[in-house]
Nanobody, 115 residues
Framework: QVQLVESGGGLVQAGGSLRLSCAAS????????MGWYRQAPGSKRELVAM???????TYVASVKGRFTISMDNVKNTVYLQMNSLKPEDTAVYYC?????????WGQGTQVTVSS
């Protein structure tokens, strides 16, 4: 089993920044990819950013230029630096780890951006 623990969420004013962290523990193997997803009330969960084992990154169009995903393989931790936050970024943010053909989810961390 793999456990993912997210941290770094909170309340911030529009234009502010937050840095989310997701630390993995347990049965850690080489990843295929790690990603951050978000789900706002009444909406489907959507992919925000992803980084593969090769280091390539993908972002949803609405966060390009504002968010940066990075990974520390030594600490088994993935980060999401979020700058220039907007009220529409308000959601529960989840990290996901894909390894050995399985996907593992964290419990989520709330991000609230006030206008």
């Amino acid at each position: 089993q793999v456990q993912l623990v997210e941290s770094g969420g909170g309340l911030v004013q529009a234009g502010g920044s937050l840095r989310l962290s997701c630390a993995a523990s347990g049965s850690i193997y080489k990843i295929n990819a790690m990603g951050w997803y978000r789900q706002a009330p009444g909406s489907k969960r959507e992919l925000v950013a992803m980084v593969t084992s090769f280091g390539s990154t993908t972002y949803v169009a609405s966060v390009k230029g504002r968010f940066t995903i990075s990974m520390d393989n030594v600490k088994n931790t993935v980060y999401l630096q979020m700058n220039s936050l907007k009220p529409e970024d308000t959601a529960v943010y989840y990290c996901k780890r894909d390894q050995m053909g399985f996907g593992y989810w964290g419990q989520g961390t709330q991000v609230t951006v006030s206008s």
